[in-house]
């Protein structure tokens, strides 16, 4: 007499792969801002952290570079609260990070921000490319300057560029002598 196998034929990946999954199906784009306010001091402060860190990675970032993240940060021993502004006027959603886990805070924004995008911004995602398809994307998807530089950032590597050429010159200088031609 045999006992009949029940259940999965494999184990499942476990939570992070749950939450790697419920962050790949995040989209941002009805988003204008989204406000996380914990206490530090608070024992369940730790969810809107990691929720923190989860939603700023560089994925879920493309969906909106638009998207403002603040952090309010209080020392009033208050629960934890996760609001999300729509592009809507006067439309936010609120989640009460108290009793939920991240798992569950990103099925619920996959359930009710993301469902609020529409259907023909989601259709040019999809589409798997083949290699000919790649490779013309590759040669037309050079960054342009403002997306490689801001202002700041050009200044700084413009000074690197001479203050480095002006060392190798330098040093080249004491090795390397030019000759008159006679």
Partial sequence: MSIYYTGSFKKSGGLLSAITKQLNQINLKPVKKIQVQFDPFHPQSH??????????????????YNCLVKTNIV??????????????????ITFLANNLTV???????????????KPEELSNVSAPLT??????????????????FTEETFYMSVVGFVISTLVVV???SRYITIKPVE
Avoid: M, Y
Avoid at 75 to 92: N, V
């Fill in 47 to 64: 969810i809107p952290r990691e929720f923190l860190f989860h939603i700023t990675s560089p994925k879920v970032v493309t969906t909106n």
């Fill in 75 to 92: 020392c009033d021993r208050s629960d934890p609260w996760i609001r999300f502004d729509l592009l809507e006027p006067g439309k936010s």
């Fill in 103 to 117: 798992l569950e805070i990103l099925q619920q924004i996959n359930t009710h921000v993301s469902s609020l995008v």
């Fill in 131 to 148: 290699k000919s398809e790649k490779k013309k994307t590759k040669r037309n998807n050079i960054p342009a300057f403002t997306d490689v």
């Fill in 170 to 172: 330098f040093i080249l």
